[in-house]
């Protein structure tokens, strides 16, 4: 760890007082040590990320990071701050914090000693004896693990393989001493967006809470340092599962028909022998053949259905976080397939999608050719579209065995040109025959083949017939008639659509209502129409209003702010220009009832103004940055800055009432009594 935190980049007098402050000064550090080579576009990283989740945990700890393009190898910056910084921990601000940077490849190796630290941040000799430092070369020797370890420190290893903690002995290591019964045991998983920190974080809260219950409790970090694979005889042997996680657990049918608990990796962190509690709880009330021992059956964790029992959701929520599954999959080839397109319009016209194949004819020296190979190689790209968003959305219903009906069911759709709607049918269809599927008793002797030739064939031939013969008529017949009405769109018609598309983008600052209208747009972006691109157009407008006007609002009016919305502010126009809709979340997290009407009827307006304009748009991504693929880009931008002026104006004016309404009642009341405001 000596390559990762020295002397300089220990302050142990923090002076911020906002997280904003804390991670520009600590950032600052790295800059110097030429650990970081952009100091404001590492920030906008660091800001994004914070923006996905709180980083403040329990015990008065901060640990913002992220991956960056900007950050030239990992870096470990602490900082001691004596008033303490709000970090969105739930037991207060945070006195201890570490920007952890992360370079966008970083290497394995050295994110496991980030994560070995994370573990260590669990154990209160470590801290305590960080509070107490006051010398930064002998704090950065205290975080390297140089420094003689303080009393009760536990020993954190670093496994460099895969990032897995530990295993615990077996329950069958003391059978000799006596009859005493073998203790509860528990396997874990736990996960987070960026596998930097709260992942190992959670994993050392598990290890610790089983220890003080008395409970065997293997965990599996699914990080940034890659995973080892609990031993499948300790999952066949396990009473309970623990899934705590914020992104899809790797491999998670391995878990199938175990009593499970499943949550969010924070619950983890803060309360792990809360969870550890519900585990025993529905364990006791499951029934006994509940469980399915894949070490003796490798195939049954394809076979077997995850307890639908333990799930804790509805099937409207399961349904979301399928259809979500499928979007965040395709969208990498719908920036990479559309991004491309768009350009080899830009580089050769409109006219370039009827040039001959490069395959047969390319000149090197010709920009025409270079335009072409875009254009080809972006509507490749684009063919995979419906395919990977029906793969797994049945991915995400049925796990590895979902892929294959999905994916054949996304090429039907494709090939009798049921487009988009296709493909969510497709999907859903795959995981649906493949959980049926799942669920049948078969006999042992045909197991083995299950997961590689029985499921995928039944899967597929049921599919298939569904999509050609069933289903599949009418969804093309529909999506036929959708396409036409787009490509028809006028008038009052193509204003209300904006409108509708607007106040999507904005409902919930980029959660399931925006990704869903999102995808609506990039779906007609697979066969274009004037239509489909005013509809992209309309979407991407709206969505970069909400950053925007709140940057815009934090400028004019800074004392309706808190001094961390404004730090926000800053980095919400770059968020904002770049379509990134997240970066109006700490603002609507902070005040839903202003920000959030306030965004949506800024959505709203520049939704209608952009299909009023008939702005047009190849590019499924790209903010202001794509301004020259815009067909009527003067007017675009109009539509956005009309949309920004009136979230701003909105929020300006409803957060003037709120203050003008609570000074009276501080006047009327008498001192020492709280005012609500």
């Not at 006051?134 to 704090?139: I, L």
């Not at 299909?611 to 940055?625: E, I, N, Q, S, V």
Request: charged share 15%; glycine share 12%.
């Amino acid at each position: 760890m000596s390559q990762l935190i020295t002397a300089d980049l220990v302050d142990v007098d923090l002076s911020a007082d906002t997280k904003e402050a804390a991670a520009r000064s600590l950032a600052e550090r790295m800059v110097a040590a030429g650990r970081v080579t952009d100091l404001d576009a590492f920030l906008a990283d660091v800001a994004a990320r914070e923006a996905q989740m709180p980083t403040g945990l329990d015990g008065g700890i901060g640990i913002p990071h992220c991956r960056s393009a900007h950050v030239t190898e990992p870096t470990l910056a602490f900082g001691r701050s004596a008033q303490g910084i709000d970090f969105g921990a739930p037991d207060g601000p945070a006195d201890l914090i570490f920007l952890i940077a992360a370079p966008a490849g970083a290497d394995d190796a050295h994110l496991t000693i980030l994560s070995a630290l994370a573990r260590r941040l669990a154990d209160s000799g470590f801290t305590d004896a960080l509070r107490a430092e006051r010398d930064p070369a002998r704090a950065a020797a205290l975080v390297r693990g140089e420094a003689p370890a303080p009393t009760g420190a536990a020993e954190v290893p670093a496994d460099a393989a895969g990032g897995a903690t530990p295993e615990a002995p077996s329950a069958t290591d003391g059978a000799s001493a006596g009859p005493e019964p073998a203790p509860f045991r528990i396997v874990a998983v736990t996960s987070c967006p960026t596998g930097i920190a709260h992942t190992y974080m959670a994993a050392e809260a598990l290890q610790r809470a089983g220890e003080e219950e008395g409970v065997d409790l293997r965990v599996e970090t699914q990080g940034s340092a890659g995973f080892r694979r609990i031993d499948p005889d300790v999952v066949a042997a396990a009473d309970a599962v623990i899934l705590a996680h914020d992104v899809e657990v790797r491999e998670k049918a391995r878990f199938a028909g175990k009593p499970t608990v499943d949550v969010g990796v924070k619950a983890a962190i803060n309360r792990p022998a809360a969870l550890i509690a519900e585990a025993r709880e529905k364990a006791a009330h499951a029934p006994a053949a509940a469980s399915v021992d894949t070490s003796k059956d490798p195939a049954a964790a394809d076979r077997a259905p995850m307890d639908e029992d333990t799930e804790g959701e509805g099937y409207g929520t399961r349904l979301r976080t399928w259809l979500m599954t499928g979007v965040s999959y395709m969208v990498p080839f719908v920036a990479a397939g559309g991004l491309l397109i768009a350009l080899a319009f830009a580089v050769g016209g409109y006219r370039i999608s009827d040039a001959p194949s490069v395959a047969e004819h390319f000149a090197w020296g010709e920009s025409a050719s270079w335009a072409a190979l875009m254009f080809q190689t972006g509507q490749a790209a684009f063919g995979f579209l419906v395919p990977v968003l029906a793969g797994f959305i049945a991915y995400g219903m049925a796990d590895r065995p979902g892929l294959v009906p999905g994916f054949v069911g996304g090429a039907i759709a494709v090939t009798i040109d049921a487009g988009f709607l296709g493909g969510l049918v497709a999907g859903l269809l795959a995981g649906t025959v493949v959980a049926a599927i799942q669920r049948l008793d078969i006999p042992p002797v045909l197991r083995g083949i299950m997961p590689v030739v029985v499921i995928p064939l039944v899967s597929s031939a049921v599919v298939g017939f569904l999509m050609f013969v069933v289903v599949g008529g009418p969804i093309a017949s529909f999506q036929k008639a959708m396409t036409d009405w787009l490509g028809e769109l006028s008038g009052a018609n193509a204003v209300l659509l904006g409108v509708l598309l607007g106040l999507m983008m904005c409902f919930d600052l980029g959660g399931p209502v925006n990704k869903v209208a999102y995808a609506f747009a990039v779906g007609g972006l697979a066969a274009p129409t004037d239509g489909s691109l005013k509809v992209m157009a309309a979407a991407m407008a709206a969505g970069m209003v909400p950053p925007l006007g709140m940057a815009l609002a934090t400028t004019v009016r800074a004392r309706l702010f808190s001094k961390a919305e404004q730090e926000n502010g800053k980095a919400a126009w770059v968020l904002g220009a770049s379509f990134i809709t997240e970066g109006a979340i700490p603002f609507g997290a902070a005040d839903p009832l202003r920000v959030i009407p306030s965004a949506m009827a800024g959505g709203a307006v520049t939704g209608a103004l952009s299909m009023a304009f008939g702005a047009t748009l190849r590019a499924p991504h790209g903010g202001l940055f794509v301004v020259p693929l815009i067909g009527s880009a003067l007017l675009y931008v109009v539509a956005i800055a009309a949309g920004t002026v009136v979230t701003a104006g909105l929020v300006v004016l409803l957060k003037s009432r709120r203050k003008q309404a609570a000074a009276p009642a501080a006047a009327d009341t008498p001192a020492g009594e709280p005012v609500s405001a």
